[in-house]
Nanobody, 122 residues
Framework: QVQLVESGGGLVQPGGSLTLSCAAS????????MGWYRQVPGKQRELVAT???????NYADSVKGRFTISRDYAKNTVSLQMSSLTNEDTAVYFC????????????????WGQGTQVTVSP
């Protein structure tokens, strides 16, 4: 079992910056992909950014140039630096770990964090 714990959400003014962090804990042999998704009420959860084990990143078009995802492979953490925030970025942000292997030759599992609220408002 793996737990993902997010931190760093909160209230920020338009144009401001915020950094989200997520730490994976438990029995972890490897994690292929870590990333961030977000969801607003009444809408589907959407991808924000992901980073693979080799360092390849993927961003939603709406956040390119404003958000930066990074990962500490030794600590199994992932961070999302967000800048030039707008009210369109207001959402619950979820950390995701995909294709987690607990032991060598073990099966792969996906995990989600509980989410952290980001509110962009004057």
């Amino acid at each position: 079992q793996v737990q993902l714990v997010e931190s760093g959400g909160g209230l920020v003014q338009p144009g401001g910056s915020l950094t989200l962090s997520c730490a994976a804990s438990g029995t972890i042999f490897s994690i292929y992909l870590m990333g961030w998704y977000r969801q607003v009420p009444g809408k589907q959860r959407e991808l924000v950014a992901t980073i693979a084990s080799g360092g390849r990143t993927n961003y939603a078009d709406s956040v390119k140039g404003r958000f930066t995802i990074s990962r500490d492979y030794a600590k199994n953490t992932v961070s999302l630096q967000m800048s030039s925030l707008t009210n369109e970025d207001t959402a619950v942000y979820f950390c995701n770990a995909e294709r987690v292997v607990h032991t060598m030759w073990g099966n792969e599992y996906d995990y989600w964090g509980q989410g952290t609220q980001v509110t962009v408002s004057p």
